[in-house]
């Protein structure tokens, strides 16, 4: 009874650790599902995560062409922006240029006012000159129109001299030819040709 009654209780403890292996086995099993399905989803995972990998490596690629597109792009920018740089500076010196030659022309168009005004000065005072001048050209034109007449007086006195110089040389030729004809010199031996009056006749006709 005593080896039945061991018997019995070895076999419970057999059962009980059987009921325990059991249950070992069913959570060991039941462990393994759970690892496989974890090993499942990351194998999922990572294959996904392969295709996000895979995906951002084209995307980087892209990003990278996309940058060398940029840095071009800037490149040329920044050269446009040197050129309107220099444009700029250009156009300031420009305009620097041109304030002091603004400046200038304000000098000269004040200098010019004052040459102008100083010109109508000096064309009014022309005028009055040239009214003066034009007042004594008038007396002149008529001292001269007197002087003229004088002058026309003075010229026909010249010719009647000088008819009256012929006229008397005339007479004295005359004179003189009658003077020596011979029967008249043998007839009046007085009579003489007039040669020696020639002085008081010149002198006459000088007068």
């Given at each position: 009874v005593i080896d039945l009654h061991k018997s019995q209780e070895s076999l419970r403890s057999s059962q009980a650790q059987?009921?325990?292996?059991?249950?070992?086995?069913?959570?060991?099993?039941?462990?393994?599902?759970?690892?496989?399905?974890?090993?499942?989803?990351?194998?999922?995972?990572?294959?996904n995560a392969l295709k996000k990998v895979t995906s951002l490596t084209g995307q980087l690629v892209d990003a990278e062409r996309s940058i060398r597109k940029y840095d071009e792009e800037l490149k040329s920018k920044n050269a446009r922006l040197d050129a309107l740089r220099s444009a700029t500076a250009k156009k300031q010196r420009e305009e620097e240029v041109l304030q002091t030659k603004k400046g200038e022309i304000m000098q000269l168009e004040r200098a010019l006012t004052a040459a102008e005004v100083e010109l109508r000065r000096q064309n009014d005072m022309?005028?009055?000159?040239?009214?003066?001048?034009?007042?004594?050209?008038?007396?002149?034109?008529?001292?001269?129109?007197?002087?003229?007449?004088?002058?026309?007086?003075?010229?026909?006195?010249?010719?009647?001299?000088?008819?009256?110089k012929e006229s008397r040389d005339l007479l004295r030729r005359e004179v003189d030819a009658y003077a020596s004809r011979p029967a008249l010199r043998h007839r009046s031996p007085n009579l003489s040709p007039t040669r020696g009056d020639d002085a008081g006749v010149a002198g006459a006709g000088g007068g």
């Open positions: 059987v009921v325990r292996l059991e249950e070992a086995l069913a959570s060991e099993e039941r462990l393994k599902q759970k690892a496989i399905e974890e090993l499942s989803r990351t194998k999922e995972e990572l294959r022309y005028v009055t000159e040239n009214r003066e001048k034009l007042q004594a050209r008038e007396e002149l034109s008529t001292t001269k129109a007197a002087l003229e007449h004088m002058q026309a007086q003075l010229d026909a006195a010249h010719a009647e001299i000088h008819q009256l």
